[in-house]
């Protein structure tokens, strides 16, 4: 009788806690919320960077670097938005003959990546300064890989971005944009809800981090639009279940047309 109580019990709360947890799923914010206010607080920047060292951070890393090395194992890239320049230093580990360029507009940042740079003894390959990616510090033509991590739903001008790429991209460069999407299945923006009121510093809770970048992200149809009403030409889109990427290899000649291939 006793046992049966307690199944009973289990069953019920079972039941309650998928409810509870479909009804605050069903009142997610549905629409893009593009707002970023107090993220520059060096509380804040120190909180997002305990979380870059947690596992499923380095497990991101690890996919991008591996990823985007494929695409290119040799030349010269850019990481836009490198924050303290972990995925510059996983992609010089990996690929030996590329020479990585990180930028971002805080010198914050850039200080912990200059750092980085000398401790991992990647400094040879691995250059750290200050860029905004609306106007990249690079000539024409002159890169062979550019990458990008969780900044996508920052750019206020994506697809100036995107042009910016194509611009310096040597014809048969590549690049990968990786991001959130704010579709992201039901499971994922669950556990992004959980991290966000429990498992995060108090800097980011204070910011709804990252629960935050998830209402900020864009949907997989509208990154497409993105990228087609840009100059980046060979681009096609990849879907995980809380991510999309950007990605592929311009041709010998841009065209709005050609993207999504």
């Known amino acids: 009788m006793m046992r049966r109580a307690c199944l009973v019990l289990l069953i019920a709360l079972g039941t ?3 409810a509870a947890s479909w009804l605050l799923f069903r009142g997610r914010v549905r629409d893009r919320v593009p707002g970023f206010e107090g993220l520059d607080a060096p509380d804040v ?3 997002f960077n305990r979380v870059a060292l947690m ?4 497990l991101l890393r690890w996919f991008v670097a591996r990823r985007a090395s494929g695409l290119t194992p040799r030349g010269k890239v850019v990481d836009l938005g490198c924050g303290p320049g972990l995925l510059a230093i996983e992609l010089a580990r990996r690929a030996p003959e590329l020479h990585v360029t990180g930028i971002d507009l805080s010198d914050e940042m850039l200080a912990q990546a200059q750092e980085l740079a000398l401790t991992s003894q990647q400094a040879e390959r691995v250059v750290f300064g ?4 609306l106007h990249l510090p690079f000539a024409e033509g002159s890169l062979d890989l550019a990458v990008s991590t969780l900044s996508l739903h920052h750019w206020a001008e994506p697809v100036a971005v995107l042009d910016e790429i194509a611009r310096v991209l040597s014809a048969g460069g590549s690049f990968l944009i990786f991001d959130l999407r704010r579709d992201m299945i039901a499971p994922c923006w669950l556990l992004l809800w959980c991290v966000t009121r429990w498992a995060v510093p108090g800097a980011l809770r204070r910011v709804n981090e990252p629960l935050s970048s998830r209402d900020a992200a864009y949907t997989a149809s ?3 639009q993105i990228a087609a009403r840009s100059r980046l030409s060979g681009w096609h889109m990849r879907e995980g279940p809380l991510w999309l990427t950007i990605e592929g290899t311009t041709m010998e000649e841009v065209s709005h047309d050609s993207g999504g291939v």
Do not use: F, L, S, W
């Open 16 to 18: 309650a806690m998928v």
């Open 55 to 58: 596992p499923q951070m380095r």
């Open 45 to 47: 920047a120190d909180g």
């Open 222 to 224: 509208e990154a497409m």
């Open 130 to 133: 200050r860029g905004d990616v």
